[in-house]
């Protein structure tokens, strides 16, 4: 499968005399697919039951005339304004209970069952029409789900899906209160119609029942999805793909994308710099035009493992300034290019552009696309360009194993966030600073999910702060190198302290005495060098220490081929960890310069320089916002 360029259309915000044009051009310009549809309910069946299909049969045939593959997207992200007449009580609320009124987008609750069953008609409708016209040969199912804080809603529509959803995990209140310890503070019930949803409490609600509450509303995404999914399966064999987001972790990818066979996401890598990443001042100034150097090959590993046989795009790509962040600064030469490099080279398939022109109208006016608003090329355009001429030298997509595995984990960043102990606790940050400290390396990495029970083709694996380790995962864990925690296994699924205290994993005589959180500046310097800050965990057992504080407390146990990490790790020490274990793991390492990272692909290595300045690896310079790659050699030590 050849890799390819695409970009988002909206023949709808345009006169129809210039698609043609616009056709023509993304041609020129490279590209090979055009998603549209995703936001043009209100001019698909402007009034209930009433459809005109003339305008988008007439784009599809535009489009595809050139030929370009046309995505279509069901367009259910934007409900269009009939349709709250028809359903008034279909918006989210806030936690304030406020609600998530019409006028922009996602205004709709995932629990209200009227809109689920809206959403699936037009699906079918879409299918019905278009399934089997082969011009259309992928579909994208809604879009962004979770964005703008969408996926927690305390609606009654929610209430009362919960309500049932408690009902058939435990069946009874006796057992609900037995399971989140109701008996503290008398908050027993006992009949589950009394459960309200854990929000406008005096206090902090019981954390197993904001647990509940997160895995509910992920549920709910998954249920509300899979009608969608149904409504096509079985008028169409194109591909089905959702556009996930970065850093949006309120319900669980991996059980959305099951049901799906690509998953894509869309990465805007200077707005998440600004809006989405736990970063000092200096950091995000050093990479103010370029955004971080692993935001992006993090979330392609992620969605490499969520997509079915590891089939992943990136469905929006940032080709210039946006218009969501706090600040919105341009890319700097060359980092359109090497963003979509970078996304090839972790295995994507496709890498599409939002947009081909910019809007000047409305509340993306600011975002700036391939076009000027005026039809003038804009920076990003020729950068797009540049990177299909060089696709055409390319083979095909390369999919390879990484030697390093990463475990993530949504459930465990759902406790962790209901449960912090810490004000800069987050799971996110804790897996960031894994996966860039094995990045600096020079190491590829695969995430995978907690539902992994084969760990065998990886020399090493990382499980920090998994809330819960499932028996499978526990088991395959014991039978590689591997590192644990902190804050693994420490609390059970219903947000709980077990007995035995955790990390209780087989083979591993550690246990997790104490905890603290640290506050900003106070660290705990490791014998030898490094320091555990934000994190601490008092350690016992008979497993042998590998570091220490140094006043002597235990930091990093052993037994076996499982280490048990008791802190979160600076940076230094990240580094002396991981160069030890990939030692004996017999991985290759490089200690990259700042701002440099390698990804291995099937055929090529692949460099990329996040700097403003030029930069020297392997002998070989590569400029500023530059990629390079070579073929491929053997990395692993003999």
């Not at 599809?60 to 259910?76: D, M, N, Q, S």
């Not at 027993?188 to 895995?215: C, G, K, M, W």
């Not at 220490?548 to 081929?561: C, F, I, L």
Request: charged share 20%; net charge negative.
């Amino acid at each position: 499968m050849k890799r390819a360029l695409g970009v988002c259309y909206y023949p709808e915000h345009w006169p129809e005399k210039i698609w043609a044009k616009d056709a023509a051009q993304m041609v020129d310009a490279g590209i090979t697919w055009v998603r549209i549809g995703e936001f043009a309910w209100s001019r698909i069946e402007p009034e209930p039951g009433r459809f005109t299909f003339d305008w988008l049969d007439r784009a599809i045939a535009t489009l595809a005339a050139v030929g370009l593959k046309i995505v279509l997207g069901t367009p259910t992200c934007t409900p269009p304004r009939w349709m709250l007449e028809k359903h008034p009580d279909m918006l989210a609320l806030d936690r304030e209970g406020h609600p998530r009124k019409f006028g922009s987008r996602r205004h709709y609750c995932f629990s209200h069952a009227g809109y689920r069953a809206e959403s699936g008609r037009i699906a079918e409708v879409l299918g019905d029409r278009y399934g089997r016209d082969p011009r259309i040969q992928a579909w994208q199912i809604d879009n962004e789900y979770g964005c703008h804080d969408t996926v927690l809603s305390y609606s009654k529509a929610a209430r009362d899906a919960f309500r049932d959803w408690l009902a058939q995990r435990y069946q009874s209140p006796q057992a609900l209160n037995a399971a989140w310890g109701n008996v503290f503070w008398s908050m027993e019930y006992t009949d589950l119609d009394q459960i309200d949803l854990p929000n406008l409490t005096v206090t902090q609600a019981n954390p197993s029942h904001e647990l509940a509450f997160r895995r509910f509303s992920s549920d709910q995404v998954v249920r509300y999805h899979e009608v969608q999914v149904a409504a096509l399966r079985a008028r169409t064999d194109a591909p089905l793909i959702h556009n996930y987001m970065g850093r949006v972790l309120d319900f669980d990818h991996f059980d959305v994308g099951r049901s799906i066979d690509i998953s894509s996401w869309d990465s805007y890598p200077i707005g998440f710099l600004s809006d989405r990443l736990d970063a000092s001042p200096e950091r995000k100034a050093r990479y103010l035009r370029q955004g971080d150097p692993d935001m992006q090959a993090f979330h392609h590993d992620l969605y490499r493992a969520v997509g079915r046989d590891n089939r992943w795009w990136v469905m929006e790509q940032q080709p210039g300034p946006v218009n969501w962040a706090p600040y919105n600064p341009a890319p700097l030469p060359g980092m359109v290019r090497l963003w979509t490099w970078e996304a090839f080279a972790h295995g994507a398939e496709v890498v599409s552009y939002f947009r081909w022109r910019q809007a000047p109208f409305a509340q993306e006016q600011m975002h700036a696309g391939l076009l000027r608003p005026d039809n003038a090329p804009a920076p990003g355009l020729a950068e797009a360009r540049l990177v299909a001429d060089e696709l055409s030298q390319m083979p095909d997509v390369e999919q390879t194993r990484a030697p390093v595995a990463l475990i993530f984990d949504y459930a465990s960043d759902w406790s962790w966030s209901v449960l912090p102990q810490g004000a800069d606790f987050t799971y996110f940050g804790l897996m960031m600073d894994a996966y860039r400290g094995l990045r600096r390396l020079g190491l590829s990495v695969d995430i995978l999910p907690s539902s992994t029970t084969d760990l065998s083709p990886y020399a090493l694996v990382l499980a920090p702060g998994l809330a819960s380790v499932p028996t499978a995962l526990a088991d395959a864990l014991g039978s590689t190198l591997a590192l644990i925690g902190p804050r693994s296994n420490a609390v059970t699924p219903e947000l709980t302290i077990p007995t035995p205290l955790g990390p209780n994993l087989p083979g591993l005589d550690v246990t997790v005495a104490r905890v603290e959180s640290l506050p900003p500046g106070i660290t705990r310097p490791v014998s030898g060098g490094g320091a555990i800050h934000r994190w601490s965990e008092d350690l016992e057992g008979r497993a042998e220490v590998i570091l220490a504080t140094e006043a002597g407390d235990p930091v990093m146990m052993r037994s076996g081929m499982t280490s048990y990490l008791g802190g979160w790790p600076d940076d230094a020490l990240w580094q002396r960890i991981l160069l030890a274990l990939c030692a004996e793991a017999g991985l290759d390492t490089t200690i990259l310069p700042e701002g440099v990272r390698i990804r291995d692909g099937k055929y090529f290595t692949y460099a990329f320089n996040y700097n403003s300045e030029d930069s020297v690896i392997k002998g070989e310079k590569i400029p500023a916002a530059g990629v390079r790659w070579w073929p491929r050699q053997p990395r692993a030590k003999a």
